[in-house]
């Protein structure tokens, strides 16, 4: 609502809103093919299919899982879990539960399986670093999530 307000008070604000939103829908496209790159790797490295039908396999799944959120503003609308619709479960999910999983679970590969000195290299700082990400980190994402959760008020 804002770029297009602010790009429209600029001279040629129409090309470089035009532009703008040009650039970000390429950005975006190359965000997503960087992404989907993943599961079709596994799908044709790991279970010997092709590419073409692992991009079929993979695209399938997104659609399948997304059709849930996509019909929740429609004619799932009326349609609750745990008192939420499709769309809201899964931003609920993915913020509250699962990004803060995925940080824990960074901290603790690196803290604890990566190579710290190649990664962090062998100072005062990387020890204190390591030691973070063992512990600190865990905990602090932890109380977080759990805050964001409603279990502590």
């Known amino acids: 609502v804002t770029i297009p307000v602010v790009l429209g008070t600029l001279p040629l604000g129409g090309l470089f809103t035009a532009l703008f939103f040009t650039l970000t829908a390429m950005a975006a496209t190359g965000a997503m093919i960087s992404l989907l790159e993943v599961p079709i790797a596994y799908l044709h490295e790991e279970r010997g299919l092709t590419r073409r039908a692992a991009a079929v396999v993979t695209a399938l799944g997104i ?36 990004l803060p999983l995925g940080g824990i679970a960074v901290a603790l590969y690196v803290g604890w399986y990566a190579h710290q000195k190649q990664l962090l290299g062998n100072s005062r700082a990387a020890t204190l670093a390591v030691t973070a990400l063992r512990t600190m980190v865990p905990l602090a994402v932890g109380v977080i999530m759990l805050s964001g959760l409603g279990v502590l008020g």
């Open 63 to 98: 659609a399948l899982l997304g059709l849930p959120a996509t019909l929740s503003t429609g004619p799932w609308a009326d349609i609750k879990v745990f008192g939420m619709t499709f769309f809201d479960l899964f931003d609920f999910a993915s913020s509250n539960i699962m």
